[in-house]
């Protein structure tokens, strides 16, 4: 799915979808690391929804890349200076 998703579904909707696809034991004691439009469309509550959500397909843990929802959100939390952490795309 690229772009924002449509109103009516929510991150819930996006996680089942992906649980759905891969089964429940689908990423066990794996990573998910969620990216693109889409992602970066979310709210942060959304963005938190995908990453809690992951348990249920057996993963350790879910990772949305710092984007620009998580600079607003931080905007209103701290003023302190900070730098954002991305993943390594040469890893693999």
Not at 19 to 46: D, H, P, W
Not at 57 to 84: I, M, Q, R
């Amino acid at each position: 799915m690229d772009g924002e998703m449509p109103y009516y579904l929510l991150a819930k909707d996006l996680i089942l979808q992906i649980i759905g696809e891969i089964s429940v034991a689908g990423a066990t004691y794996k990573s998910m690391e969620f990216v693109g439009s889409t992602v970066e469309s979310l709210t942060m509550e959304e963005h938190m929804t995908l990453c809690n959500m992951v348990v249920e397909a057996g993963e350790k843990n879910g990772v949305v890349p710092p984007d620009t929802t998580t600079f607003k959100h931080l905007e209103d939390k701290t003023s302190a200076p900070y730098e954002p952490v991305y993943g390594d795309q040469q890893a693999r």
